[in-house]
């Protein structure tokens, strides 16, 4: 074989072993020589008449985008996965924890207990100053 041949069959089973296409090195070494050949010449691509350069080229490119699109995917999950598993873990963490619980709990309870009495925004109004009777009145004067 040349050198250059075989410096394309190894540097084809790097990609393979790389994108985890062989499991090891031999089955990628078998691999790129099922893709070249094993003898001197290179497996040349046959196209018949009937097929145009053009649509071969329309094709490999949407295989290259369907690659891409399904390494972007591939990595989106990994990051919502990630993101899954550290909620988990701070669910779990806060369930453990019996005083994160404690001020929760004494947070629900300040919220629960205002007095409607009482004003709650800068212009002294409470609660029960407010009402839709008050604004809206519905029957005679």
Known sequence: MD????????????NLKKHNIADSANDAVKQAENVFGTQNN???????SSEEPDKIQEIERQIRNLGFKFQRNEERISSIVEKINGLIKE??????????????????????SMDP???????????ADVSVEKYFYFGKK
Do not use: M, Y
């Open 3 to 14: 050198i250059n041949k075989v410096q394309k069959l190894n540097q084809l089973a790097v």
């Open 42 to 48: 290179f497996v040349t691509r046959h196209t018949s």
């Open 91 to 112: 669910f779990n963490d806060l369930k453990s924890n019996p005083q994160v619980n404690k001020k929760i709990e004494a947070k629900a309870e300040c919220r629960g």
């Open 117 to 127: 009495n009482k004003p709650i925004d800068r212009n002294n109004i409470a609660p």
